[in-house]
């Protein structure tokens, strides 16, 4: 059975940098679509940026200068790096996975279906 489990939130300064670290268990072989998405208190989910079994990237133009995802196929392992953060940035993340078809195009607008926990990130002005 999938299960994705976050680490690595806190509380930082404005400026400050985190990565965050979604640790997937239980998955099949094949083609999936994971990301990262955020919701701050009182506001929609808010999807930061998605890659694919074979590293393809994608994320909101809004998204591409502070955030960054990458991934350890070795230890099953998704990352979030957040630099310059601000208090906008405060939330909870989540990361989400998805099956993705041979020709499908993975991006974080899909309808995930398999969700972690979440792991909140907290920064001060």
């Known amino acids: 059975q999938e299960q994705l489990v976050e680490s690595g939130g806190g509380s930082v300064q404005a400026g400050g940098s985190l990565r965050l670290s979604c640790a997937a268990s239980?998955?099949?072989?094949?083609?999936?679509?994971m990301a990262w998405v955020r919701q701050a208190a009182g506001k929609e989910r808010e999807g930061v940026a998605a890659?694919?079994?074979?590293?393809?990237?994608s994320s909101p133009d809004s998204m591409k200068a502070r955030f960054t995802i990458s991934k350890d196929n070795t230890k099953n392992i998704l990352y979030l790096q957040i630099n310059d953060l601000n208090p906008e940035d405060t939330g909870m993340y989540y990361c989400?996975?998805?099956?993705?078809?041979?020709?499908?195009?993975?991006?974080?607008?899909?309808?995930?279906?398999?969700w972690g926990q979440g792991t909140q990130v907290t920064v001060s002005s």
């Open positions: 989400a996975s998805v099956p993705l078809s041979f020709f499908g195009y993975c991006h974080t607008g899909m309808q995930f279906d398999h």
């Open positions: 239980g998955y099949s072989r094949g083609n999936y679509c």
């Open positions: 890659i694919d079994s074979d590293g393809h990237i």
